[in-house]
């Protein structure tokens, strides 16, 4: 089971950008798809995006979509999440998540429940 622990969060104001990263171990990462999830309290765990395990493909929520690039550097076992023109309904915490041999054709890269490692979160803020 690969460890994930997401940096670099902070509070921002609206418009800036943002990267976070997810430094992985235990695992070999170039085997694993990662996914991005946000929650706000009282919601549930929403997606964000994901990338296959070479970063030749990478899926977006349409609420991010053109707004946050998900990339992933297997050397260094890390995956980022850029985000630019942060909104204030941007904030949240936000996860990282792993899956091994997790097909990318497998729709259950788009839910929370297709993922068994994840890390503590990342929180956001945008303020306005």
């Known amino acids: 089971q690969v460890q994930l622990v997401e940096s670099g969060g902070g509070l921002v104001q609206a418009g800036d950008s943002l990267r976070l990263s997810c430094a992985a171990s235990?695992?070999?990462?170039?085997?694993?798809?990662m996914g991005w999830f946000r929650q706000i309290p009282g919601k549930e765990r929403e997606f964000v995006g994901t990338?296959?395990?070479?970063?030749?493909?990478?899926d977006y929520s349409d609420s991010v979509k053109g707004q946050f690039t998900i990339t992933r550097d297997n050397a260094e076992s890390t995956v980022y999440l850029q985000m630019r023109s942060l909104k204030p309904a941007d904030s949240a915490v936000y996860y990282c998540?792993?899956?091994?041999?997790?097909?990318?054709?497998?729709?259950?890269?788009?839910?929370?429940?297709?993922?068994?490692?994840w890390g503590q979160g990342a929180q956001v803020t945008v303020s306005s």
């Open positions: 235990g695992g070999t990462f170039s085997l694993y798809t």
């Open positions: 990338i296959r395990w070479d970063g030749g493909n990478t």
């Open positions: 998540a792993a899956q091994r041999f997790l097909d990318y054709l497998n729709t259950a890269r788009f839910v929370s429940s297709g993922y068994s490692s």
